[in-house]
């Protein structure tokens, strides 16, 4: 094989094992969820209030995880199966434990 055959099948695999590494990286969004709780306190106690809208909280989840939207929204569900939150409509409001 010539040498630009080469380069070229060394490019293309460089960039698979970057998607690939890529791709798993997104993927280990991992929550715990006392984290997950202790986060969403956190919004709550910047914001002053025990509602929020939905928007917002997404919003704000998003940024205290890093993650994407719809990640976020993964974490809102998350969230409301253990009972952290309570989904009123197009608001959140904080369950007090």
């Known amino acids: 094989m010539s040498q630009i055959t080469l380069l070229i099948i060394g490019a293309v695999i460089a960039l698979l094992a970057i998607a690939i590494v890529n791709y798993s990286y997104q993927k280990r ?11 969403i306190e956190v919004i709550f106690r910047e914001r002053k209030t025990v509602e929020l809208s939905r928007t917002t909280f997404l919003v704000s989840l998003k940024n205290k995880y890093g993650c994407s939207y719809k990640k976020a929204l993964y974490l809102l569900g998350k969230a409301r199966e253990a009972g952290f939150v309570q989904v009123e409509g197009k608001n959140i409001r904080i369950v007090e434990s």
């Open 29 to 39: 969004i991992s929550f715990h969820p006392d984290e997950l709780k202790k986060r």
